[in-house]
């Protein structure tokens, strides 16, 4: 077993080096040398922040030179969601405050000489066509027919601004895109979701599953950092994954399995578990219900059965049930975060449920624990009208048992063909990049075409941006206040950001923002505090605490009203689902029309020649947020494409190389990608990370570098139940020429 120094680590104030998951865990580019730290341990002027470079919120300290300027950001030793650490990505935020392509000004389309192109406008002007244009729409088709995407902090803000105007239609891309099968599959089972962060108990643990989840590359700080420290403990862990991921080179199991086949793993360690009375029978009698039906289910998932299907060897299958049965009740079945991969996944993820309930962990010390959340005291406003018309009005009967509004569902709204009850004509779009985040890009195309406003709030002129009708820059999270932060943990927790400077050019907050635009639609009432810290101040008054206070301490943590961290023994336990117990088997699914336990269906193989496109994340970036942040491309600024040695030998590819992909449906990426020979992908798949090939000219350093997975992902498998899009049935094939006229310049 590895020691923790080789493990991924996290950089901390006074650590010289970075050492990454990446590959071979190699070291990369020193951040900070420990002169530069030694002259700021001299000038100590901090601020308190949390990280808006991807969503695990890690609290911090953001640090100025003895010029004022912003210099360094390191976490803060308080924060239960990074312990002091920050992750390279984190580290690296700077760049997105000093990033000379940011957006400046506000933005305007118009035509000039038969071309569109966009002039620089004041707020005021952009805030005027806004509101005259969110007022046609509302008085043509009723304000439902305006929706919001969003995703990060300021969505309360757009959100309180929309349901002010009177649509309900707003959708995060961590729904439909991310792991909104998880929460419903974990909703089902045990009445409750999984949260982010996510409430694996992994420091305590004995045994940890993987099913993909590629901790370690998937950089979610305290999930890494728990990770480390189980191996230390030694804990089993054991990987499931096509591809030789930096988990697998940590863990004692590595299961590499055929794509798309993880559910009849799933439902053969069923088999093996209960068949072999592995299971937690106290646990079960007391908690569960449907175990007989779920046994009777499983009887002929057997190892030999699975091995057919998913290339794993019975006695790997045999070996690792028995391995998690050794460990229960300290065992985590992991529920993963991005999920949407085949369609089926709400009920891939029902059967990793499953698995976790027999093994007892749910609720159990080194398996799941129960989280606790600050309850923060809302400011009162005036009620929100009921909508007329809600999301789920659109294409009634559609994805049933989604608990959120499916973005996808929304943007087919905005396609004539697809016969919407009632049209989606105006989009505001703050912090998702749609035309990275959503697949199959035509059909998002085609819905922007169709649009009488377009909105953009965003820091940088990504890809949505360029199709905007308007553009407001927001400053970057180290220039503003925000939301307080009380994600539930093991103790609940509030965390201040405050800005660390005064916003860069004409850039404002998400807050000042929606708080314009609601006087010139009349509903200031909504917003009835002129300064953001005001709020935080009445708020942090009500939680025994002040602005003040938290500007100096940046994290404050209360311990728990009880000690019930975990199940106390023989604790009775109403779940909230309908039979307040654990559901083995699911009537709620049943009642829907879906099925009450998970069935293996077999997945479409790549044609002769195509190979399956997985894809994944890279220690150093999130999606396409950071791909022009100086500090980060310093580290990586393309992708490349894993091929394995034997298909790269049957194709004459040799690493280095650059080619271009083509997808099952003729698509052909913009750009060239650097190829990767590596025994640590199977040979039915390629893998890229997600983020790269951006064809937006004004992002210099990220611009025509590697290719997007996006722009392959032509064939959706959507979640019949709630909606998400499976990304992982495209199939690619290599081109090593592309024609002039084809190539993007
Ligand atoms: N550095 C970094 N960290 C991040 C992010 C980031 O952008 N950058 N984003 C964050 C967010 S929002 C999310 S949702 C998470 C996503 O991270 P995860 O939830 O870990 O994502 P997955 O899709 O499970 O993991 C990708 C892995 O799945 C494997 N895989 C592909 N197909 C299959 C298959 O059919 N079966 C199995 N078993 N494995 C397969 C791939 O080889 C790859 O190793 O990461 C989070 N952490
Ligand atoms: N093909 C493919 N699609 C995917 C995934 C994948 O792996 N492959 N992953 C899926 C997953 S797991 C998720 S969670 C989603 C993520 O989807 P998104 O959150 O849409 O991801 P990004 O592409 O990073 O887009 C973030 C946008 O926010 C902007 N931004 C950054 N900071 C701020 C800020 O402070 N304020 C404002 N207003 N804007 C800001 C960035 O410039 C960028 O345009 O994507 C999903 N879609
Ligand atoms: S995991 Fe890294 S990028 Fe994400 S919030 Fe924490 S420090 Fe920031
Ligand atoms: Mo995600």
């Known amino acids: 077993m590895a020691s923790r120094r080789d493990f991924i680590k996290i950089s901390a104030i006074g650590a010289g080096v970075l050492a990454v998951g990446a590959g071979a865990f190699k ?26 470079v991807c969503f695990w919120k890690c609290a911090g300290w953001v640090y100025k030179n003895s010029e004022g300027k912003i210099w360094k950001i390191t976490g803060n030793d308080e924060d239960q969601h990074c312990n002091g650490r920050f992750c390279p990505r984190g580290t690296g935020g700077v760049g997105m405050y000093y990033d000379e392509d940011r957006l400046k000004s506000p933005l305007i389309r118009v035509e000039e000489r038969g071309k ?97 989840s590629h901790i370690g590359e998937n950089m979610h700080n305290g999930q890494v950092q728990e990770m ?46 209960i068949y072999n009375e592995y299971y937690d029978k106290k646990y079960v009698e007391k908690y ?54 085949y369609g089926d996944d709400t009920q891939r993820i029902r059967a990793v449920a499953i698995l976790n309930a027999l093994l007892g962990s749910w609720g159990r010390r080194g398996g799941f624990y129960r989280p606790a959340k600050f309850a923060l005291a809302s400011f009162p406003i005036p009620a929100f009208k009921a909508p007329a018309r809600t999301w789920q009005d659109i294409f009634p009967g559609k994805y049933p048992i989604a608990s959120s509004p499916v973005s996808n569902a929304l943007i087919d709204a905005s396609v004539a063909e697809n016969n919407p009850v009632y049209p989606v004509k105006g989009w505001f779009v ?39 009708d308007v553009v407001l820059p927001e400053c970057t999270y180290l220039e ?18 405050m800005p660390a400077a005064e916003p860069m050019n004409n850039t404002r907050s998400a807050y000042w923002i929606a708080r314009e635009l609601s006087k010139k639609l009349g509903l200031s009432g909504y917003f009835p505090f002129e300064k953001q810290e005001e709020l935080l101040d009445w708020q942090l008054q009500k939680a025994g605490s002040s602005l003040e206070e938290m500007q100096r301490i940046g994290v404050k943590t209360f311990e728990r009203d009880a000690d019930d961290l975990y199940f106390a023994e023989d604790e009775n336990v109403e779940f909230s689902t309908d039979s307040g117990k654990i559901e083995l088997y699911s009537a709620f699914f049943e009642g829907a029309g879906f099925d009450p336990l998970p069935k293996y269906v077999a997945h479409e193989e790549p044609a002769e020649g195509f190979y399956r496109l997985i894809y994944g994340r890279a220690p150093m970036h999130t999606f396409s947020r950071t791909s022009n942040n100086p500090n980060l491309t310093d580290l990586m600024d393309e ?35 650097k190829v990767r020979v590596t025994e640590r992908i199977r040979w039915d798949s390629v893998y890229i990370i ?37 990304m992982r049935s495209n199939f690619v094939t290599f081109v090593t020429e592309k024609a002039e006229q084809e190539v993007v310049s």
């Open 228 to 273: 480390s420290d189980a191996i230390d403990k030694g804990a089993v862990i054991i990987t499931v994954d096509p591809r030789f991921s930096t988990a697998a080179g940590k863990a004692r199991y590595w299961l590499p399995i055929k794509p798309a086949t993880d559910m009849a793993l799933l439902l053969a360690w069923m088999h093996e578990i």
């Open 430 to 468: 703050n912090g998702t990049n749609l035309i990275f985040t959503i697949p199959n890009q035509a059909n998002t195309l085609k819905a922007i075409q169709n649009l009488d406003l377009l909105v953009a709030i965003d820091t940088m002129p990504m890809e949505i941006t360029g199709w905007a």
């Open 116 to 212: 569109q192109v966009f002039r620089e406008a004041t707020w005021d002007e952009a805030f005027e066509l806004i509101a005259t244009k969110m007022k046609d729409i509302s008085s043509k088709y009723g304000p439902e027919s305006m929706a919001l995407f969003t995703h990060g902090s300021g969505s309360g803000y757009f959100t309180t601004l929309l349901k002010a105007y009177g649509s309900g239609n707003i959708a995060e891309p961590s729904y439909a895109q991310c792991r909104g099968p998880r929460d419903e599959a974990f909703f089902a089972t045990f009445g409750e979701e999984a949260y982010s962060p996510e409430i694996t108990d992994i420091r305590d643990t004995r045994c940890l599953v993987l099913i993909g």
């Open 480 to 497: 503003r206040y925000d939301i307080l932060r009380v994600s539930p943990h093991r103790k609940p927790a509030i965390a201040l950001r």
């Open 690 to 726: 997600h983020g790269f090939g951006h064809a937006q000219k004004q992002m210099k350093r990220c611009f025509g570098r590697g290719v997007s997975d996006t722009q392959l992902i032509t064939n959706v498998l959507v979640d019949p139940l709630m909606g998400g899009t499976g």
């Open 288 to 341: 569960c219900s449907g175990f007989e039906q779920l046994k009777a289910h499983v009887k002929d998932f057997t190892p030999e059965w699975a091995y057919g299907i998913t290339t794993i060897k019975p006695d790997q299958i045999r070996k690792t049930a028995k391995e998690m049965a050794d460990a229960s009740p300290a065992v985590i079945v992991h529920p993963g975060r991005h999920v949407t991969w």
């Open 639 to 673: 992708n490349s494409v894993w091929v394995n040695p034997l298909v790269a030998k049957e194709w004459g590819l040799k690493s280095d190389q650059y080619i271009w992909l083509k997808n099952q449906d003729g698509i052909i990426t913009d750009f060239s990608v």
């Open 27 to 52: 070291v990369i580019k020193v951040l900070s040398s420990s002169e530069e730290i030694k002259k700021l341990v001299v000038d100590l002027k901090r601020t308190p922040t949390y990280c808006e």
